[in-house]
């Protein structure tokens, strides 16, 4: 084979994520001989999960990151990195951003990249959701409804395994599940309560892409064994990841190559065919440029990533970037609004327990501004709250210690007697998208490849704040009703990008003029080139998005290829 064919491809897919992994089992189960491109360095399921098996006194430090070595991770380590997952991390000193206002960009640059490290809960969006810009007057309309995705999430759920509990609710509709994990006693409890002196507020389990039962397709996944040790690789293959899953089971099919440690800088322009011809690549190890042809594009590598690409794919028919005469790329960065919450004790369930570590919380679905019934406030759209209760180690720690210092056995059995009940839960919001969040490319700071810095001007706003203060005050009261007692609300004021849920930098939509995709996540300006990560989102509903990223991903393909043997792209 010579060089030139090496080169060729049907098709090209930037990312190896959650997206990026969908792109190419999909691609290459339809026949389609796949590039997967990916800027960081390869990893492998299980052979590079270095402290799947570490107890905390097998790390040095107890698993904490020395200060000399944080100092190379000066924004990933706002998000709390450890000895136990750092590696998943990006070095922020190999490839940096800037920020005007506070935005915590949070990265896994390697192959699998954040769906080795993602919280995994799986929700789908709603009418609620897609119909929301349009009926309020916000941003541009969804050019989708559920209707068009219902199916595509049926089909990404079946394979990846959603454990949660059918609840029948139109605004967060249920998904093909797997038996849920459990309640604990004051989870059950709570539940209760509300249900009983609140209307329409529900608490359930989370919704997680965890195998609970039986198997799922890809490097032998088994059923979850509660250890919760998810961010430093599960060996079990019990949760979605890209390189368990789709990534080792694209590559069945003969028809992947992988290629890790390779940056995509722009894609290539054919004007005369008015199509993409291909993408530019810098070698990551030796900077070496490689130009790699395609007959069509899917990029999947991070809202932000992403859209970079498209600004950087300039040329005389695009100026601007790549599908930028609308103007859009890059603005209406939205996220999901955290870090304020509420805690509190409870007396009583003292001879219960519960077994094994779930890697779970519980879940309260929305319950603002559902429909014209719904109670007046003075935001809009809604939240949704995540957390769970425990039981503290060791009973009266401090005071055995500091009151009476027993030894021995007496002092053994007594730090080994649990503490009392807990319950803490952090609210989870939606964020409207606005024109003027953004970010820009600054090429007058290049980095070692040559490329130019990120630069985000992005910021909650007033609508979010209000939303923030309504989701203390009713966690309180619903903590409040349930007996809890020393009932605490906290803010740690997290700014926008700490959700890690980044989206709507080339959003989807019906016109042209206002928007970057069309229904298919296809460019309307250049039809074999596609965006399925959350720079697509027109709006970002107040549920975790990656299950939405994912089903639209495997139905862009099922389009493009389509696309391909009509020879219309």
């Not at 026949?31 to 990916?38: A, D, M, N």
């Not at 490097?219 to 080792?248: A, K, V």
């Not at 004007?271 to 810098?282: E, N, P």
């Not at 609210?427 to 600054?442: A, K, M, Q, S, W």
Request: with cysteine.
């Amino acid at each position: 084979m010579n060089v030139l064919d090496q080169n060729n491809f049907d098709a090209i897919v930037v990312g190896s994520g959650v997206s990026g992994g969908w792109a190419a089992k999909e691609l290459c189960e339809k026949g389609l001989k796949t590039l997967v491109l990916e800027r960081g360095r390869m990893v492998k399921h299980i052979e590079d999960y270095p402290t799947m098996n570490l107890d905390p006194w097998d790390m040095k430090h107890g698993g904490a990151t020395p200060h000399e070595i944080k100092e190379k991770y000066t924004k990933q380590k706002r998000w709390g990195i450890n000895e136990g997952n750092r590696h998943f991390y990006n070095n922020d000193q190999e490839h940096d951003y800037d920020e005007i206002k506070p935005f915590d960009w949070i990265r896994g640059k390697q192959v699998g990249g954040r769906s080795l490290i993602w919280g995994r809960q799986t929700y789908r969006l709603s009418d609620l959701d897609f119909e929301a810009n349009i009926k309020e007057g916000i941003g541009i309309d969804w050019p989708i409804r559920y209707k068009d995705i219902a199916p595509w999430y049926s089909y990404v759920e079946n394979h990846i395994g959603v454990s949660g509990e059918a609840m029948g609710l139109s605004h967060l509709p249920d998904s093909e599940f797997l038996k849920p994990m459990e309640l604990n006693c004051v989870e059950k409890h709570l539940r209760n309560s509300i249900s009983k002196k609140f209307k329409n507020r529900y608490l359930t389990i989370g919704r997680v892409a965890h195998i609970t039962e039986g198997t799922k397709p890809g490097l032998g996944r088994i059923e979850c064994q509660h250890r919760n040790r998810c961010s430093r690789g599960c060996p079990f293959g019990s949760y979605y990841s890209s390189i368990s899953s789709t990534l080792p089971i694209a590559e069945a099919t003969g028809n992947m190559t992988l290629r890790a440690d390779s940056i995509v800088s722009e894609i290539v322009y054919d004007k005369k065919t008015k199509k993409a011809s291909g993408v530019r690549v810098i070698d990551a190890i030796t900077k070496e440029t490689t130009e790699y042809k395609a007959k069509v594009i899917f990029l999947c590598a991070s809202a932000m990533a992403s859209t970079a690409i498209l600004m950087q794919s300039k040329s005389d028919a695009f100026p601007n970037g790549m599908g930028n005469r609308s103007g859009e790329l890059g603005h209406n960065i939205m996220d999901h609004q955290l870090g304020a919450g509420v805690s509190g004790s409870i007396d009583g369930f003292l001879d219960k327990y519960y077994i094994g570590r779930r890697p779970n919380g519980v879940y309260i679905p929305r319950f603002r501004n559902l429909n014209k019934n719904s109670e007046k406030v003075d935001f809009l759209r809604g939240y949704g709250y995540q957390g769970g209760a425990s039981r503290a180690t060791g009973n009266n720690w401090t005071n055995t210690v500091a009151e009476y210092a027993p030894y021995g056995k007496e002092f053994k059995d007594e730090i080994l007697n649990p503490g009392g009940w807990s319950f803490g839960m952090g609210g989870f919001g939606e964020v409207l998208p606005y024109h003027e969040n953004h970010f820009f490319l600054n090429y007058d700071k290049l980095d070692q490849y040559g490329l130019p810095t990120i630069v985000f001007d992005a910021e909650f706003k007033e609508n979010e704040k209000i939303m923030k203060k309504d989701w203390l005050i009713q966690g309180q009261e619903m903590l409040d009703a349930a007996g809890f007692k020393n009932i605490r609300s906290y803010d740690s004021n997290a700014p926008i990008g700490k959700g890690i849920h980044e989206m709507g930098t080339a959003r989807m939509g019906r016109d042209p003029k206002t928007s970057v995709l069309n229904k298919n996540n296809q460019l309307h300006e250049v039809d074999n080139v596609f965006v399925t990560d959350g720079a697509c989102m027109t709006s970002a509903g107040n549920q975790n998005p990656s299950l939405t990223y994912m089903a639209l991903t495997a139905r862009a393909v099922n389009f493009a290829v389509d696309e391909l043997k009509k020879k219309n792209i």
